[in-house]
C-alpha cells in the first residue's frame, strides 16, 4: 500500500541548517552505502537516509535507527563522487534527533547548539553559588581545620545529585519511549509479529558475550569487518549500549526490505 | 591502360632483413613493364625524388612501389599526375612473418604481381565536372534550419530557405527560456531565437519562403532540382545541396493516457507547462488557481515500454528547467521530478547541481504505479521503486509529463519528396531518424548531398540544434564543392572514379538500383540503369551485385581483381603450403592487418591479401575464380552487418551475407566443401584478434584438405 508522502521542506532546511548544507547535491547513486562498513544489501545507509531527508519525510528520517550505527569514519564523504558529506547529514539527523526526543525539550534543544553552552555551565553553578550563599560560605569561610563538607554539605550534595541522576533517568527513558513510538510508527514494528522487547535480552547476551551476529559482518569481499572493526569503535561511541540491541533491529526493516527490492533497480541499492 | 610502369622496392624498415629484394627486383625486371626498376634503403627520404624524376623525365605513366602500406606516407608518394600502385611489404609481409622463410619470400612476390597486375588493368581517372549551383537549399526554419541558413550564406553561398508555418522560430519560439550557454551554468537564459530570425531576413542571398513546402527534388548534388509549393504556386529552383532540418514534434498524447493525459485536467504536458510559463503565470487549468505542488514525470525511455524504446536527455533537461520556473513564481511552491534515468551531459551537470541545491526542487527515480485524481481535482500521484522505501503517493496541483521527442521523417513521407526510384523520404532507422554511419558521419543521410541538422537527425536541445545547422550546412557546402571537382564526397573523399556500365551486356536485371544503398541509380524508360554520378559514393556495391560483371571503374573491377586473383602462384603438390586469399574491407579490416604488422601479431603467411572499397562490392565471380585458380580458402574480412552495422556504406556486409549463399551452393555443386569460404566480422580496433582468427581458418582448411581443381 502506498503512503501519502507531505515532503516537509522546514525540516529539510533546519537538517541543511545543523552543517548540513550539500545535502542537496545528492544524486542517489548509492556510492556512499557501497563504501560504507555498516551499509547491507537490505539497509542502503546512509543512501536512504540521504533521500528521506532531501525530500523532509521527517518521520522516516527520524523514527529509524540506522543513524545511530555510524561511527562517523568519514569514508562516505570521502568517496560522494558530488561532495553531498552524507556522515554530515548523519551527525545532523542524530543532533536534531536528540533535541527532538529529550525530555524536557528544551535541555536537548541547549545541548544540541554551542550558542546555549554558557548557560548549561551557567545552571549547576548558578544552584550550587545559591546554596552557598544561603549557607553564608559566600561572604566568609567556614572557620578551623578545612573539611570540605563543611564548605558544602555532603546532605545537599546528594540530594542534588540523587535528583540530577532521578531526572536525567527519567528523561532517558522518556526520551527512550518516544523515539521507540516513532521508529514503531514510522516502519511498522508489529510487522514480523514479534515485540521489539524480546530482542534486548539476546542482544545483550552477544554483547556479553562478544558473539555478535551483526548484520554489518555479512558484507562480502575485501572490506569485510571483524569485530574488532566493527564492535570497537560502536563501544566507545556514546550510545553504545543502545546501539549494540537496536543493531539487531529486525523489526525495524522487517517492512523495508521488500518495499526495496525493485526490480531491476534493487541492484544498486 | 598503364604504358610504361617503373617499379620501386624499398628495403627500408626492415624489409630488406626479412625477404630477399633482389629476388623481387629480378621479378619486377622479368615482367617488362618498360619501366625502371630501382631499389632504395629508404623511398621516402630523398629517394622519392628518383621516382618524381622517373616521372617527369622517362615519362612513366604509372608507379608500383613495393615498400610500407598505402594508408601511410601518402603525401611522399601522391604523384598525383600518374596512377599509383601502393604494395605493403611492410606492415603485411616483413613485419607479420617470419624474416628470411621461403614463404614470407613467396608472399611477397606474390604481393609485386598482384601490384603489377593491378596497375596494368588501371586506366586514368575521367574526372565527372559539370558546372554546379552554389545555392543550399535549407528545409525548416526553425533552431538548425536558422542556424544552416546563416552559416551558408555567411560561407558566400545561396540560401533558399522553406518554413511550412507561416513564421520562422519553430519550436524555439514557443520556448519561454533555454538551458544555460554560459558558465557557471546556472542561470536559464532568453532563447536567441529573433536575433536569428532577423539575421536571416537581413541577408540578401538567402531567399525565405514561409506558408511553402517541397514537393519534390530529383537530380543529384550540384544540380537538384526542386519543386517548392508557396500558398497555392509552384516555384523552381536549382540548388547544390540540402539541408533537411525538419525538426520533430511531441510523441502522441493519447500515448499518456495511463498518465491521466485527457483524463484529468491538471495532467499536462511539457509543451503546455512552457506556454503558460511564457504567458507568466503556471496555474491549475481546472481552477486557475496557481500550482505550488508541481511534479514533472520524465516519461521518454527504455522501462517505458507504451512509449519511445529511447530516451533523450532533453527531457531531463526540460524537467530541470520547468522546476525552476514553478520554484520563480513562489517561494512557497516544490517542485517534484521523478525520473527513471537523470542525463544531463557536458556542462548541463552544473545546471542539474544548481537545480538540486535548491531545497523546494526535489528529485527521485521512480516508476508511475497509477494516477489519479482527490475531490479538489489535484491529482494524485502513485510511484513505485523510488528510493525512499515503498510505494509513495503524493499530492499535486500539477503533473507534468515530458513527452518524447520524435523526428518529423517517422510520420509522412518526407518533408522532401525525393523523386528517387527507392523512396519519397530519406532512409530511416526504426525509430525514424535519418540512417546514417552514425559514428563516422552523423550529418550524412543515404541520399548523398542531403544531411540531417537538429531534432530531425537527433533529440537534441536548443544550443545543440544551433551547433548542428552549423555542421550540417559544412557538409552541404563540401558536397557542392567536392561534386564540383568531380571527386566523392564521403566516405572515400577525393576519390575520382566513379562505377561506369558496359551497357551492350546489360540485362536490364535492375539488381545494382536495388542494391546502392545510397539511391544513385534510377531506371529509364528501357529499364536500364542510370548512374546519377554526384549521388554516388564509389563504393562498388553495384559491381559486386552485377550478374553479368558490366560495371567497372576506371581503377577498380571485376576483371582487375580477377586478374590479381590470377597473379598469385599457387605451389602444386605441396600439403604444407595451402593458399588463403583474402578480400579484406579497405576501411576497417585492411587497417587493423596493418596495425597487426605494426604490433609484430604474426599471422599465416599462406593468405593472401587483396583490399576491396566495401565486401558489398564483391561480385561472387571473383570465389568461384578464387576456387577454380587452386585457392584453398577464401577469407572475406569486413565490418559489422545488421542492424547496429559498422559497414561505410551501410549495407555492404548486409549484402555480401545474402550473396554468400548463392556462393555456398555454388561450391556445393562443384563438390567442394562449403567452409572453404567463411565471412569474418573484424572491426578497425580488433587487429588483436587476426592471428587466432585465421590460424583457425586455416587450419580448418588443412583439415578439409587441398583443393582439388589445382592444377586444372
Not at chain 2, 323 to 329: E, G
Request: hydrophobic content about 40%; some cysteine.
Amino acid at each position: 500500500m502506498a503512503t501519502l508522502i507531505q515532503p516537509d521542506l522546514e525540516f529539510k532546511r533546519e537538517i541543511i541548517g545543523l552543517d548540513a548544507h550539500d545535502l542537496s547535491v545528492c544524486y542517489q547513486c548509492g556510492t556512499c552505502s557501497a563504501v560504507c562498513p555498516i551499509s547491507t544489501a537490505d539497509n542502503p545507509f546512509p543512501r536512504k537516509e540521504m533521500v528521506w531527508v532531501q525530500w523532509g519525510l521527517k518521520d522516516r528520517a527520524l523514527g529509524n535507527s540506522s543513524i545511530w550505527m555510524c561511527h562517523q569514519c568519514g569514508t562516505c564523504n570521502t568517496y560522494c563522487p558530488r561532495d553531498a558529506k552524507p556522515a554530515n547529514v548523519m551527525a545532523a539527523l542524530r543532533d536534531y534527533s536528540i533535541a527532538h526526543y529529550a525530555v524536557p525539550r528544551f535541555m536537548g534543544r541547549a545541548l544540541s547548539e554551542p550558542r546555549y553552552l554558557p548557560l548549561l555551565f551557567a545552571i549547576p553553578a548558578v544552584i550550587f553559588l545559591a546554596i552557598l550563599g544561603w549557607l553564608g560560605n559566600l561572604t566568609a569561610l567556614p572557620r578551623g581545620q578545612i573539611v570540605f563538607s563543611k564548605f558544602m554539605p555532603i546532605l545537599y550534595i546528594e540530594v542534588i545529585f540523587m535528583a540530577a541522576i532521578g531526572l536525567s533517568m527519567a528523561g532517558a527513558a522518556m526520551g527512550g519511549c518516544r523515539y521507540w513510538k516513532a521508529m514503531s510508527r514510522s516502519s511498522g514494528a508489529s510487522s514480523n509479529g514479534q515485540h521489539p522487547g524480546r530482542h534486548i535480552v539476546s542482544t545483550l547476551l552477544d554483547i556479553l558475550k562478544q558473539s555478535s551476529s551483526s548484520a554489518a559482518r555479512s558484507r562480502p569481499g575485501p572490506g569485510r569487518l571483524t569485530r574488532a572493526t566493527c564492535t570497537r569503535p560502536t563501544w566507545q561511541s556514546s550510545g553504545g549500549l543502545w546501539a549494540w540491541w537496536l543493531r539487531r533491529r529486525p523489526w525495524a526493516w522487517g517492512s523495508m526490505r521488500s518495499d526495496i527490492s525493485h526490480r531491476g533497480r534493487s541492484g544498486i541499492l | 591502360m598503364a604504358k610504361k610502369t617503373g617499379i620501386y622496392v624499398c628495403s627500408g624498415c626492415g624489409i630488406g632483413s626479412s625477404i630477399d629484394a633482389g629476388k623481387l627486383l629480378d621479378l619486377a625486371r622479368a615482367a617488362n613493364t618498360g619501366g625502371p626498376v630501382r631499389t632504395s634503403g629508404a623511398f621516402c627520404l630523398e629517394d622519392a625524388r628518383l621516382i618524381g624524376r622517373d616521372i617527369e623525365q622517362e615519362g612513366v605513366d604509372s608507379v608500383v612501389i613495393a615498400a610500407c602500406s598505402p594508408r601511410v606516407n601518402t603525401d611522399i608518394f601522391g604523384f598525383p599526375s600518374v596512377f599509383v600502385e601502393r604494395v605493403n611489404i611492410r606492415e603485411q609481409v616483413a613485419w607479420s612473418h617470419p624474416p628470411n622463410h621461403e614463404e614470407t619470400q613467396a608472399l611477397s612476390e606474390d604481393y609485386l604481381r598482384m601490384g603489377i597486375v593491378r596497375t596494368q588493368k588501371s586506366n586514368p581517372p575521367k574526372p565527372y565536372t559539370e558546372a554546379n549551383e552554389r545555392t543550399v537549399l535549407v528545409v525548416g526554419g526553425g533552431a538548425a534550419g536558422l542556424s544552416a541558413a546563416l552559416s551558408a550564406a555567411r560561407s558566400g553561398f545561396g540560401v533558399v530557405l522553406v518554413e511550412k508555418e507561416g513564421a520562422l522560430g519553430g519550436y524555439a519560439a514557443k520556448l519561454h527560456k533555454q538551458f544555460p550557454k554560459r558558465p557557471p551554468y546556472q542561470e536559464l537564459e532568453d532563447t536567441d531565437i529573433a536575433t536569428k530570425i532577423s539575421g536571416v531576413r537581413s541577408l540578401p542571398n538567402v531567399k525565405v519562403m514561409t506558408n511553402a513546402q517541397v514537393l519534390e527534388v530529383s537530380g543529384e548534388p550540384g544540380r537538384f532540382s526542386v519543386t517548392i509549393g508557396e500558398n497555392e504556386t509552384t516555384t523552381q529552383v536549382t540548388v547544390g545541396a540540402i539541408v533537411l532540418a525538419t525538426g520533430w514534434r511531441p510523441a502522441e498524447t493519447q500515448k499518456y493516457a495511463t498518465y491521466g493525459l485527457g483524463k484529468y485536467p491538471n495532467v499536462v504536458t511539457s509543451m503546455d507547462l512552457e506556454a503558460m510559463a511564457a504567458k507568466g503565470m503556471i496555474s491549475r487549468p481546472s481552477d486557475r488557481r496557481p500550482a505550488t505542488r508541481v511534479a514533472f514525470l520524465l516519461c521518454d525511455g527504455e522501462g517505458d515500454d507504451a512509449h519511445l524504446p529511447y530516451g533523450g536527455n532533453v527531457s531531463s533537461l526540460v524537467a530541470l528547467k520547468q522546476a525552476t520556473y514553478v520554484r520563480q513564481q513562489s517561494a512557497d511552491a516544490s517542485a517534484y521530478i521523478f525520473y527513471g534515468d537523470m542525463q544531463t551531459p557536458g556542462q548541463y551537470e552544473y545546471f542539474y547541481k544548481s537545480v538540486q541545491a535548491d531545497p523546494g526542487i526535489l528529485l527521485s527515480q521512480g516508476q508511475v504505479r497509477g494516477v489519479g485524481e482527490d475531490h479538489e481535482q489535484s491529482v494524485i500521484l502513485e510511484v513505485s521503486d523510488t528510493l525512499m522505501g515503498g510505494d509513495i503517493q503524493i499530492a499535486l496541483d500539477l503533473l507534468v509529463l515530458s513527452t518524447g521527442m520524435v523526428p518529423s521523417t517517422l510520420d509522412s513521407e518526407g518533408a522532401l519528396g525525393l523523386a528517387y526510384l527507392q523512396g519519397k523520404n530519406v532512409p530511416t532507422t526504426r525509430f525514424g531518424y535519418a540512417d546514417s554511419h552514425f559514428i563516422c558521419f552523423p550529418y550524412e543521410t543515404r541520399r548523398t548531398g542531403i544531411y540531417s541538422a537538429g531534432a530531425v537527425r537527433q533529440a537534441m536541445d536548443l544550443a545543440a540544434s544551433t551547433q548542428d545547422g552549423r555542421a550540417a550546412s559544412l557538409k552541404a557546402i563540401q558536397s557542392i564543392e567536392k561534386s564540383s571537382a568531380g571527386q566523392a564526397v564521403h566516405p572515400r573523399v577525393g576519390d575520382l572514379s566513379y562505377p561506369e556500365f558496359f551497357m551492350h551486356k546489360c540485362t536490364s536485371c535492375g539488381r545494382c538500383t536495388q542494391e546502392c544503398p545510397f539511391g544513385a541509380l534510377e531506371l529509364n524508360e528501357k529499364k536500364n540503369p542510370v548512374l546519377n554520378t554526384n549521388r554516388c559514393r564509389r563504393c562498388g556495391i553495384c559491381m559486386g551485385a552485377c550478374p553479368v560483371q558490366i560495371i567497372s571503374f576506371n581503377d577498380y573491377s571485376v576483371d582487375m581483381l580477377s586478374s590479381m586473383i590470377k597473379a598469385v602462384e599457387i605451389p602444386e603438390g605441396d600439403d604444407e603450403k595451402p593458399r588463403i586469399l583474402a578480400l579484406v574491407c579497405e576501411n576497417d579490416a585492411y587497417p587493423a592487418l596493418d596495425m597487426a604488422g605494426i604490433n609484430r601479431l604474426q599471422y599465416p603467411a599462406s593468405v593472401r591479401v587483396i583490399p576491396v572499397r566495401c565486401l558489398g562490392s564483391v561480385n561472387s565471380i571473383l570465389i568461384a575464380d578464387a576456387v577454380s585458380r587452386g585457392f584453398d580458402g577464401v577469407a572475406l574480412l569486413g565490418c559489422k552487418p545488421g542492424e547496429d552495422y559498422q559497414c561505410h556504406f551501410i549495407r555492404g556486409s548486409e549484402l555480401l551475407e545474402t550473396r554468400m549463399e548463392n556462393v555456398r551452393e555454388t561450391l556445393g555443386r562443384l563438390a567442394l566443401e562449403p567452409e572453404r569460404v567463411k565471412v569474418m566480422e573484424l572491426a578497425i580496433s580488433e587487429s588483436d584478434r587476426i592471428p587466432a582468427m585465421l590460424e583457425e581458418f586455416v587450419g580448418v582448411i588443412r583439415q578439409v584438405g587441398p583443393n582439388p581443381m589445382k592444377g586444372f
